[in-house]
């Protein structure tokens, strides 16, 4: 698939060298048509360096969270929470907008910040009930804190929850105004649930206040929704949306898809595909400030899915056929591994150095002797995916428990460097079939397989590089499909995009902002980011 003559080249690069190559840096003894598919690709793609929300609204401000309202953030989400914000409150000043709707709210981060440092009204979205609930209580103890410090008695607002599986745009429509009908005092604290889709409602109602809709990385078509309510919806006069998760949008589908949008991209009959769509959440500059040891890792995952299909479709063609999806094997075995290495650092006293050890010091036993097979420890639990899951993990053979004394894992003399891929290799393949439901048999020869394919392994990590180059010039391509969607609505709706926070802090950093022309328009200064820029 891939000039034979660029992974020839590129098999031989350092490791640094192919972690720079998705943000466009070419190395002169490359051949020129490698330069040229790098360069050409990253010309095409959007500006993603954080400018401040002051060049693109001079009258925003963005406030500092304090300790109480950032509670239960990381550092990354505390970023997003302070610069979003800002912006929303701008923009819903310059509309007359007293009411903000969080779509997709999660655990309502964006909603309080809204509610507590903003003082607008805030009906947050989710989902889940969970979600909601831990909203409420969240809010509940950030109002008793705010209270506190309030000298003369001051009526705080709280978001408003409303738990809704929102499965179309006119189902988004018709609960956001559901929620704000007639709805001119302060927000209390309500759960509302709602898993049917809702006919959108027609007539508009003059007691519904101004509305802004906002989206803190709100996945897949659900991002979608809220351009189609923005421009459908008399009420809602502006919106600000970070997008994520793009594999998860639907595409080539009879009714309202979630790409493409615009009559533009819709006329180039372009097809991405889940596999490139997987590819627009790849961030060039997560790969350049990756560590040469947790490259070499990555390279390591993708080299055990690729043989993982290979174990499918030999033994398991009929699943194979169905392009699987495993779930976030390889984020997993990464805290297994890093798990493992703070465990034992600490344990020597070296908790300052969490390098990663050699494949002897990862499979030694503590008397010194290399492990026949793993086990599981007493009360093992498989991880939950969750990006953000603080819960204890164990080895991926846990998963399956004894059954892994089934597989044929081949002779024992394999030697030192094959047997720590090897083995990294069969606790990943033992939970991948785990998680989709097969069960072993008992000529499953792992090893063999690994044999077959551990030649073409050093091809990974270039042909990653190659596909992660492509990542932003395809997030581009989706970002400009809605962009031109509200810039075909005409000359009443002002469209842009603006690279709102630290692409290296967080890599999905592109805001799209728009607002209808129905008074004085905004005057922002060069924050604009056009289709032909």
């Known amino acids: 698939m891939v ?36 360069l050409t690709a990253r010309s095409l793609v959007l500006p993603r360096e954080q400018k401040s929300p002051q060049s693109f609204l001079p009258n925003s ?13 990381n550092s990354k989400k505390k970023h997003e929470i302070e610069a979003l ?3 929303v409150d701008a923009i819903a000043r310059s509309r007359g907008a007293k009411t903000v709707v969080d779509v997709g709210s999660g655990q309502g981060y964006l909603a309080q910040a809204l509610s507590f440092e903003y003082q607008l009204a805030v009906i947050a979205i989710d989902a889940s009930s969970h979600h909601a609930s831990v909203t409420n209580t969240r809010a509940e103890r950030i109002k008793k804190h705010y209270a506190a410090k309030c000298v003369e008695k001051q009526q705080f607002k709280v978001p408003r929850t409303v738990t809704c599986h929102v499965l179309s745009s006119d189902t988004l429509a018709a609960v956001t105004l559901d929620a704000c009908q007639d709805d001119h005092g302060e927000h209390i604290t309500e759960t509302n649930n709602c898993n049917q889709s809702i006919p959108q409602i027609e007539q508009p109602n003059h007691s519904i206040p101004q509305l802004v809709l906002a989206g803190l990385h709100a996945c897949g078509d659900l991002s979608v929704n809220m351009l189609r309510v923005f421009v459908s919806c008399e009420q809602v006069q502006a919106l600000v949306s970070v997008g994520c998760c793009y594999n998860l949008l639907s595409e080539d589908t009879d009714t309202c898809p979630g790409f493409p949008i615009s009559k533009a991209a819709k006329s180039s009959k372009l097809v991405l595909g889940k596999s490139i769509r997987d590819l627009a959440c790849q961030s060039a500059e997560r790969w350049r400030n990756l560590t040469k040891e947790m490259a070499l890792q990555n390279f390591d995952i993708h080299a055990f899915r690729a043989a993982f299909q290979m ?30 290495v703070m465990e034992s650092h600490l344990a020597m006293g070296k908790a300052d150095d969490l390098s990663y050890p050699n494949c002897k010091e990862q499979h030694m036993n503590t008397d010194g002797s290399l492990p026949t097979e793993p086990t599981a420890p007493k009360g093992a639990v498989e991880c939950c995916s969750n990006e953000l899951c603080t819960g204890d993990t164990y080895s991926t053979s846990a998963v399956v428990g004894s059954s892994i004394s089934r597989v044929n894992v081949g002779p024992s003399d394999t030697n030192l460097d094959e047997c720590c891929k090897f083995t990294l290799f069969k606790d990943f393949t033992i939970s991948g079939l785990g998680r989709l439901g097969c069960g072993f048999v008992e000529d499953v020869n792992l090893l063999e397989i690994w044999k077959d394919v551990q030649h073409f392994t050093e091809f990974i ?19 400009l499909d809605r962009l031109l969607f509200l810039q075909e609505q005409g ?14 802090m967080s890599p999905r950093n592109m805001a799209l902002v728009a607002w209808k022309l129905t008074g004085d328009p905004l005057e922002p200064s060069h924050g604009f980011v056009r289709p032909w820029a």
Not at 61 to 73: C, D, E, K, P, W
Not at 324 to 339: C, D, E, F, N, T
């Open 61 to 73: 401000r963005v406030a500092s969270i304090g300790t109480v309202l950032a509670q239960g953030m």
């Open 311 to 340: 174990v499918l479709e030999k033994y398991f063609p009929e699943v194979s056929r169905l392009s699987p999806s495993i779930g976030r094997q390889g984020k997993a075995l990464r805290r297994q591994r890093l798990r493992k």
């Open 3 to 38: 000039d034979a003559d660029w992974m020839e080249c590129l098999r031989r690069e350092p490791v640094e060298s192919l972690l720079m190559l998705p943000s466009g840096c070419v190395q002169d003894h490359w051949p020129s048509s490698l330069q040229e598919f790098i």
């Open 85 to 87: 914000s800002g912006i």
């Open 461 to 479: 990590g270039p042909f990653w590089c190659l596909r992660a180059a492509l990542g932003p010039l395809v997030e581009t391509y989706i970002l």
């Open 491 to 504: 000359s009443a709706v002002e469209a842009s995009l603006f690279p709102l926070f630290d692409p290296a």
